[in-house]
């Protein structure tokens, strides 16, 4: 039976491959410090990895829902001040339908009330024209179109629905209908707000004992029936105001969640990090001497 001889050159290639492995670990342990991350590469814990990699990807989905929410709840609260403000605007024609259908005023004051409900006519339309990012809010989905015109009563825009994506398969209506609370004016003759406007501005311009009297009657009721509409308007856009609120808040629960979980994946514990390079770097330094005394006493032999 023969016995192996340990040489030099394997004794010296051990403690290369031990002072190697030792200088590795120590690497790895000091980039995981640099880093915070415990999965440098996937081979490190595959399952980690791809978790990491679908929870990375939740996690961007959930910030494109939240983008969308934002925006949506942007979109909303611009609709909603525009709404509020043309409300205002229709409640002082309605004072000034009623003080002008008393009987009591003259021509003139006819005719100045009549300037003041045509201001509020234009300011109601430009309400309506009102823009968020660029966009008009009530133009239905052909956003590039302004709703109404300067010269005329006509709706220039459509009904189409103007959505945001606010979670897996949800999306949800952020435009109001305006359109069929303003309508298209005294050509329509369909008994919406600006054909209400028309007429009383007609009657007012005429100031005889029957258009007076149709101020107190068919036209306040026609102001009234549009109030109604437009309050309507303005709960859909609160509800969908509230919805929005909620999602927002599903979501930032899930963004938090998500993030937690990917911490807990993929990066390392600091505490236990630190120790681990401690040890490493104490385990390399020692193992760097005691391969200097190996080296060494092999070499003064060998050369004996």
Do not use: C
Not at 11 to 27: E, F, G, H, M, P
Not at 165 to 177: E, F
Not at 206 to 224: C, E, I, N, R, W
């Amino acid at each position: 039976m023969s016995v192996g001889r340990i040489t030099n050159l394997m004794t010296t290639n051990q403690v290369l491959s031990d002072i190697n492995q030792a200088q590795y670990r120590l690497n790895v342990t000091q980039e995981q410090l640099s880093s915070g991350k415990k999965i440098l590469q996937p081979s490190d814990d595959p399952y980690g990895a791809t978790r990491a990699v679908d929870l990375n990807g939740e996690l961007s989905g959930l910030s494109t829902y939240a983008s969308n929410i934002t925006d949506g709840t942007a979109w909303t609260t611009a609709s909603d001040t525009a709404l509020q403000s043309i409300q205002n605007e229709v409640q002082r024609v309605r004072e000034l339908v009623v003080a002008a259908g008393n009987g009591t005023n003259s021509a003139s004051n006819l005719q100045a009330i009549n300037a003041e409900v045509t201001q509020l006519t234009s300011a109601i339309k430009q309400d309506a024209n009102t823009k968020y990012n660029g966009q008009y809010l009530f133009s239905g989905s052909a956003t590039g179109t302004a709703p109404y015109t300067t010269g005329s009563d006509t709706y220039q825009g459509n009904t189409g629905a103007v959505t945001r994506a606010i979670g897996p398969g949800t999306t949800l209506q952020v435009n109001a209908d305006l359109s069929s609370v303003l309508g298209s004016g005294a050509g329509a003759n369909d008994g919406k707000l600006l054909n209400v406007l028309a007429d009383i501005s007609a009657h007012l311009t005429s100031g005889s004992a029957s258009d007076v009297a149709a101020l107190s009657s068919t036209d306040l009721q026609g102001l009234d029936d549009n109030l109604s509409t437009l309050e309507q308007a303005q709960t859909s856009v609160g509800a969908t105001e509230d919805r929005l609120q909620l999602a927002s808040t599903r979501i930032s629960s899930l963004q938090t969640s998500d993030t937690a979980t990917l911490s807990n994946v993929q990066d390392a514990d600091y505490a236990t990090t630190l120790t681990n390079f401690s040890n490493e770097q104490a385990a390399f330094t020692a193992a760097l001497k005691a391969s200097a005394n190996i080296v060494q006493s092999s070499l003064m032999d060998f050369l004996q």
